[in-house]
């Protein structure tokens, strides 16, 4: 964990220009806290290649894709868990892939 909140302070640090090991890490660390503090499986969310993880209580899903599923690319994700970056700007801007009606992280985010 403290790995995890060592990694994010770098990267934000850094201007965002951590290396990969750094970039991974902080990756999977604000992935794990957002399954931790919206804990479900109603939404996935996909961060390629680093990491992916099930949250926010509600109707879920076996099998399959599920109905509601955000992807973005790693500079996006921790832009928006930290809250250098809004939910809104990074939609407007087309980094943020989402899909279903329930693949709102607005209200759980920033993280840090």
Same mark, same amino acid.
């Given at each position: 964990?403290?790995?995890?909140?060592?990694?994010?302070?770098?990267?934000?640090?850094?201007?965002?220009?951590?290396?990969?090991?750094?970039?991974?890490?902080?990756? %999977?660390?604000?992935?794990?806290?957002? /399954?931790? %503090? /919206?804990?479900?499986?109603?939404?996935?969310? %996909?961060?390629?290649?680093?990491?992916?993880?099930?949250?926010?209580?509600?109707?879920?899903?076996?099998?399959?894709?599920?109905?509601?599923?955000?992807?973005?690319?790693?500079?996006?994700?921790?832009?928006?868990?930290?809250?250098?970056?809004?939910?809104?700007?990074?939609?407007?801007?087309?980094?943020?892939?989402?899909?279903?009606?329930?693949?709102?992280?607005?209200?759980?985010?920033?993280?840090?």
């Amino acid at each position: 964990m403290e790995a995890g909140r060592e990694a994010v302070r770098r990267w934000v640090a850094l201007e965002h220009a951590a290396d990969a090991g750094v970039l991974a890490t902080a990756v %999977r660390f604000t992935l794990e806290e957002l /399954a931790s %503090r /919206a804990p479900g499986r109603s939404v996935e969310v %996909r961060v390629p290649p680093y990491g992916a993880v099930q949250c926010i209580a509600g109707t879920t899903h076996t099998r399959g894709t599920p109905p509601n599923v955000i992807e973005t690319d790693a500079q996006t994700w921790l832009a928006v868990s930290t809250g250098s970056l809004s939910w809104e700007a990074a939609w407007q801007q087309g980094t943020l892939r989402v899909s279903g009606h329930r693949a709102d992280l607005s209200p759980y985010l920033p993280l840090a």
